[in-house]
Each structure stands twice: as structure tokens, then as C-alpha cells.
């Protein structure tokens, strides 16, 4: 129990205190001049992605000095681990770190990185790092591509990875080049980051002289407006002929890659510039040569929508390029990677030449199909800033955003019951290619499953499945014109939605569960959608179960002796008149469920819902005006995309019961820890200093726009 409770108060640890650190930023400061006063007055435009955070020491600082954070700390596991580490740094195994911050010129280092993380910490890479993380992301696929089609050859898997490798390498020039990061902290002293800087100098001095291939290689630079020490590696360094013994490369493949490995070239830099500590890693100083030489980053095209909240108290701002993430992504160069392994699986696969050919061909004009339907992505910026018990967040997205519709405010949010614990709603507009897509590649699949029926099956099967094709095909076919001429056009709205609640309370929500000493509230789950022709709504409901029901009765007359003919029960139903109906299935009585669960779905003349409970169904189908909180309190009658809400401090509520039912249950089990139970019931009321989520989107001029604010508020004292 002791170990339970350690490791419980571990994970209480890393959940509770990034909550707390984030719920507890005190928005009472404020950037004076983001544009001219921080890095994104340097940092160039080339820059393919870009993230800075401000002001760390006021939000740090408000974290600590939270009454959260006095609770967390006062739990007795956290002052057992206090006490620990305490006497760790007194005579334990890390009293010589304890010893080495005492030393004078230490308590300076610890001061001088003190500084460096109290103002402004900020990244940006350049162009290189995109197609880095695209290619490292696919190259497992790469890598099971060449097993498999080794396996096909009969060739050995582990040399054919091998050489997928190298010619990953070989292919891929972006590879070849090590990406550039620049990292920088501002720090009001900049004479002890020098002085600091000179004793990292004189230590790797010493290293390097015991190193000869190492000598010359540390060097003092001036690089653009910037003084710094650079570290020169490259490739030759490394014993490669060791490293990719394992590898199982032939002679000649093992040469070219270690030539190509060899090539490359790491540079480290740490230095000054301006008031900002510098460290830069990559092949060379490309990067920090334009460092304040312009075009800024704060001039890019896509960063001009950020500086109207410039003025406000900027937390941090963030950019990613649409190249950036369009390599990242890789989508075409990923479809191709399915595409090719498919090939490599069906090669494998008994198959008639003329079957093996036509598919061949169908796959390459399927993925090509799929990837012309993926949207293309774009550039993103956001800004996040302190507001009145919280921060908002504006992001900006340029991705193709052709579905998303925000031409009219958001009606189905007064079908979401007034005041849920939580909601989503958006508005998409149907996609006539994705249609199209789905009809062609339907009835490909079909003639297939026919061609395929042909060839591999006996007499007596092929006799079998014609009569199937022959009940079976026209019933697929009223569902599809079912969902063409009534399911579509019913449902042509385009609004839809997710509603989590917990209105519903019981003591036994299942007969095998002790009775709880308090009630348990139920998690309810629903979702809704716009109606917009009610008539055809119910007349897709009615052909649906009409084509089940001849379904089941076409497998009963194909297979009697295992399928006996049976006549599927109509739903009850329950009229609210105005308000709509709905239509469920009671569970049966042996499941043991409360009765009040029921699987069901209700209509109105504008909504459709479907949830487990039957009252949370008629609840919604209700109009009931939206209680808007957070950001949506100015959004209530504006055309959106989108819209949000979460009370958090409402759903740790409704968990709070049931983690007191696992303790009664340990309780009358004798296996109950009162201690562990505070601390998880410490760590409920801390996540709970997360009040509220809310946000919405719009399109905004050629972007997607996002807008949300997270609030939060104190424990109680």
C-alpha cells in the first residue's frame, strides 16, 4: 500500500502541478512594446516556425505563491519527498551538487541562469527542420516497406533495411544538412553571462587539449551583430565503421554511407545578442547572421493579424510557416508510403495477372484521389494574452478551410440544454468531391468482391453467393438512395454537435454494483444534429429499418438452418409534441442496467439526438437559450463556425462522487487508505482551479480564426 501510494502520489504530482502553473498566471503585467521590445524585433522572417513566452518569472512566481500550490505542498507525501531531497543534498548523492552551487563563482552560474529564464525565452528554426521531422516521421513506414518487399523477393529483411537507409539518404538532400535552432533567454546582466561564457571557455579548452583531432575546432566569433563561442563538429569524428557494424551493409553500400555520414557538419554557438543569451546548434551560422538585419518575422504577411492584440498583456506568440507544415505532414510522400506497402502485401497474394494489374492501377488512382481531397495546409499564427482570471488565445489558421461554414450564428446551441457541463457544435459544408469519391470507390469495391467471388470460388459457393448478390445488391442500393433523396437533404442543416452532462443520479447504476452511500451522477454523452427537413429525417428512419429487417429475412431464406426467420421489434415511442419524439429500446431486464438507460434517438422539427439516457434526449431536443460563458458572452448572435464550452470545475463534481464510491468499496474490502484518498481528493481540488474552457471559431478574411480563454480561479482558503 505504501508503494501504491507513492506511485499515486507521483502521478498526482505531474498532473496537479502543470494544471496549477497554468491555472495560476496572474495577468497583471504586460509586454510594453512586442513588436520593438522582444524577440520578434529580430528574429528573421525566413524563420519556418517561431514560439517565444514572456514575463516567466511573474508567472512562476504566481504559482508558487498560490494557495494550489501551499496544498499540494502541504500533503504529507509531497513533505516526505521535500524532506528526501533535503537530506539528499545534505550527505546524500547529491551533496556535491549542493557543494558545487556554494562555491562563489557557482552561486554566480546559478544566478546568471536564474536570470536567463526569468524575462523572455524564445526558439525559431529554419527551413530545413520540416523536412527532418516529415522524413524521421515516415521512415518507420519506409523501413516495413523494405522487409516486406524483401520477403516477397526472398531477400534478407535486415540488409534490405539497411539499404533503405542509406537510400533515404542518398534521396533525400534535406537529410544530408543538419537543421539550425536558435534558442535565446533575455537577461538584464550581460556582463556575468560573459563572465560565465569565459569559464565555459576555459573548461572546454582543457577537454579539447586532451582531444588532438578536437584542436582548433573551439573558436571566438563575430557572427552578424553577435559575439560567440562556436564549437565546429562534423561527421569524421565519429567511428562509423563501429556504429553500423549491426547494420549488416555489403562493402560497397557501407562506404557510401558512411562518406555521406562523414559530410556532415554540427556547429554549436552560445554568445550575445543584444540582451539575450544565444544558443545556436546546426551545420552553420546561417542563421545568426541575420539576426536583426531584417525582414523581421514581425513583418511577415502572416503575423499582421497578431498585432492588433500587441497591446494587450501578451503572455507569448507563436508561428509556424505553411511550408513547415506541409513537410511535417507529408501527405502525398505518406500516401505514396500506404500505396506502395499495399502493393507490396498484395504482390504477395495469389492473384489472377488481369485482377493483380487492375488493382494495381486502382490503387494508384485511389491514393492519388485521397490525397487531391486532403486539405492543403497553411500558415499558422496565435497570440495568447492575459485577461481577467485567466488568458485568451487568438490562433490563426491559413490551412484550405473550404468545408468549414460560418456564414450564420450557430442555432443548434439551443439544443444543447441551456448549461451542460460541456459542449461542441460547428457547421461544415457537405463536400461534393468526397461524395463523388465515395460512390466510385463503393461500387469498385463491389465489382471486386464480384471478380474475386468468380475466380476463387467452388460451384457450390459461387452458386451460393449469386443468390446472395442477387437479394442483398438491390437492398444496398435503396440505402444508397436513401441517403442521397432523404438522409442528406433531411439533414442538410450541416450543424452538429456533442453535449456531455451529468443530470442523471443513481446508487446502483448496475445491479452487480454495491449500493453507493451517496448518488453517482451518470456521464451522459449526446449527439445532436440540425434538422433541416424533418419529413425526410423520419422517412430515412423508416427505409433503414425497413432494408435491416429484409436483410435479416434474405440471410434467413439463404442459410434457414442457421439464421430462423425473426421480425425485428419496432422502437417504443414517446410524443413531447412540439418538442418532438422519442423513439428507444428498453435494455433487457437480465443486463442488470438502471431502467433509465435506454439506447435511443429523438426528432424534432429542427433536431435529431442520439444518447444512451432518454430524458437527456428530450432535454435537448427542447430549445432551451444557451447560458454563453467565457469568450462567448460577445458571441451569441454572430455567424461562427464553432463554439465551445467546458466547466471543469463541474466535471471534477461529478467525478468527485465516484472516487468516493472506490474508497467505500476499498473501505468495506479493508484495504481503504485514508491518507492516499486526500490526495487524490487534493488533486481534484486543484484541477478544479481550472474553471471554464470556452471558445469559438469564425473565418475571418482568408483565415480560420479560433478564439478561447481558459479561466481559473483559487483554491479556497
Known amino acids: ?127 530545413r527542420h520540416g523536412k527532418w521531422i516529415g522524413t524521421l516521421g515516415r521512415l518507420s513506414n519506409e523501413l516495413n516497406l523494405a522487409r516486406m518487399q524483401a520477403d516477397a523477393n526472398g531477400d534478407d529483411p535486415d540488409e534490405a533495411v539497411a539499404k533503405a537507409i542509406l537510400n533515404l539518404i542518398e534521396q533525400d538532400q534535406d537529410l544530408q544538412h543538419v537543421p539550425a535552432t536558435v534558442f535565446g533567454f533575455r537577461v538584464k546582466d550581460t556582463g556575468a553571462v560573459e563572465k560565465q561564457i569565459d569559464r565555459l571557455e576555459g573548461l572546454l579548452t582543457a577537454l579539447i587539449a586532451q582531444e588532438p583531432r578536437l584542436e582548433g575546432r573551439l573558436t571566438r566569433e563575430t557572427i552578424g551583430k553577435g559575439k560567440y563561442l562556436t564549437l565546429r563538429l562534423d561527421g569524421s569524428l565519429v567511428p562509423w565503421d563501429e556504429a553500423l557494424d549491426d547494420l549488416d551493409l555489403d562493402e560497397e553500400s557501407a562506404e557510401k554511407l558512411i ?145 468549414i461554414d460560418s456564414s450564420q450564428p450557430l442555432t443548434l446551441t439551443q439544443h444543447v440544454g441551456g448549461n451542460p457541463i460541456g459542449f461542441y457544435v460547428t457547421r461544415k459544408r457537405p463536400s461534393a468531391e468526397e461524395q463523388a469519391f465515395m460512390q466510385l470507390w463503393s461500387g469498385k469495391l463491389v465489382g471486386y468482391v464480384d471478380r474475386l467471388a468468380t475466380t476463387f470460388l467452388n460451384p457450390a459457393q459461387a452458386e451460393f453467393y449469386g443468390k446472395a448478390k442477387e437479394k442483398l445488391l438491390p437492398l444496398l442500393a435503396r440505402a444508397n438512395t436513401a441517403n442521397k433523396e432523404l438522409l442528406a437533404p433531411g439533414f442538410a442543416d450541416n450543424q452538429h454537435a456533442i453535449v456531455f452532462d451529468a443530470q442523471l443520479e443513481s446508487r446502483q447504476w448496475h445491479m452487480s454494483m454495491p449500493k453507493s452511500e451517496t448518488k453517482l451522477p451518470l456521464p451522459e454523452l449526446s449527439f445532436v444534429c440540425g434538422v433541416a427537413d424533418a419529413a425526410k429525417v423520419q422517412a430515412a428512419g423508416v427505409e433503414y429499418f425497413s432494408i435491416l429487417q429484409d436483410t435479416v429475412t434474405a440471410i434467413s431464406e439463404l442459410a434457414p438452418e442457421k439464421v430462423p426467420p425473426y421480425t425485428l421489434p419496432e422502437p417504443k415511442k414517446r410524443d413531447f409534441g412540439t418538442d418532438g419524439a422519442v423513439y428507444y429500446y428498453m435494455v433487457p431486464p437480465f443486463i442488470g442496467l438502471d431502467p433509465s438507460l435506454a439506447p435511443n434517438v429523438g426528432l424534432s422539427q429542427s433536431t435529431f439526438v442520439c444518447s444512451l439516457v432518454p430524458l437527456a434526449t428530450q432535454r435537448l431536443m427542447k430549445q432551451t437559450p444557451l447560458q454563453y460563458a467565457g469568450v462567448n458572452e460577445a458571441a451569441a448572435d454572430r455567424p461562427l463556425a464553432a463554439m465551445w464550452q467546458f466547466h471543469t470545475d463541474r466535471f471534477i463534481e461529478v467525478v468527485r462522487p465516484w472516487v468516493r464510491y472506490g474508497f467505500q468499496i476499498a473501505e468495506q474490502d479493508g484495504a481503504v487508505d485514508k491518507e492516499l484518498a486526500a490526495h487524490v481528493h487534493t488533486v481534484l481540488d486543484v484541477i478544479a482551479c481550472v474553471k471554464l474552457a470556452s471558445g469559438n471559431a469564425f473565418v475571418e478574411d482568408d483565415a480560420l480564426v479560433s478564439q478561447s480563454r481558459i479561466e481559473f480561479e483559487d483554491v479556497a482558503p
Not at 500550490?69 to 504529507?76: E, G, N, S, V, Y
Not at 511550408?323 to 502493393?343: N, P, S, T
Not at 488481369?354 to 488512382?365: A, H, M, R, V
Open 1 to 127: 500500500m505504501n508503494a501504491l501510494r507513492r506511485f499515486t502520489s507521483l502521478c498526482i504530482l505531474r498532473v496537479s502541478l502543470p494544471v496549477c502553473l497554468l491555472a495560476l498566471i496572474s495577468p497583471c503585467f504586460a509586454v510594453e512594446n512586442v513588436r520593438e521590445g522582444t524577440s520578434l524585433g529580430f528574429v528573421p522572417a525566413s524563420a519556418s516556425f517561431y514560439s517565444a513566452v514572456f514575463d516567466t518569472s511573474d508567472t512562476y512566481g504566481a504559482f508558487f505563491r498560490s494557495r494550489a500550490f501551499a496544498k499540494l505542498r502541504a500533503l504529507p507525501e509531497v513533505q516526505k519527498g521535500i524532506a528526501a531531497i533535503r537530506q539528499q543534498f545534505e550527505s546524500g548523492d547529491l551533496a556535491q551538487v549542493r557543494e558545487f552551487f556554494e562555491q562563489p563563482e557557482n552561486k554566480e552560474l546559478a544566478a546568471t541562469l536564474l536570470d536567463a529564464v526569468s524575462h523572455e525565452i524564445f526558439v525559431f528554426g529554419d527551413d
Open 259 to 403: 562518406e555521406k555520414l562523414k559530410g556532415l557538419k554540427f556547429t554549436v554557438h552560445l554568445g550575445l545578442f543584444d540582451q539575450y543569451l544565444v544558443l545556436a546548434a546546426g551545420e552553420d551560422d546561417r542563421q545568426l547572421r541575420t539576426l536583426g538585419d531584417g525582414p523581421f518575422l514581425a513583418d511577415h504577411a502572416r503575423m499582421q493579424p497578431l498585432q492588433k492584440h500587441f497591446s494587450k498583456q501578451v503572455q507569448s506568440v507563436g508561428f509556424a510557416n505553411d511550408q513547415f507544415l506541409q513537410d511535417i505532414a507529408g501527405v502525398e510522400k505518406r500516401m505514396h508510403q500506404m500505396r506502395d506497402m499495399v502493393k507490396a502485401g498484395l504482390a504477395q497474394a495469389p492473384l489472377p495477372p488481369d485482377i493483380s494489374e487492375d488493382l494495381g492501377k486502382d490503387l494508384d488512382l485511389f491514393f492519388e484521389q485521397v490525397i487531391s481531397l486532403q486539405p492543403k495546409l497553411g500558415a499558422v499564427a496565435a497570440v495568447s494574452y492575459g485577461v481577467e482570471r485567466g488568458f485568451e488565445t487568438m490562433t490563426y489558421n491559413w490551412a484550405d478551410h473550404k468545408t
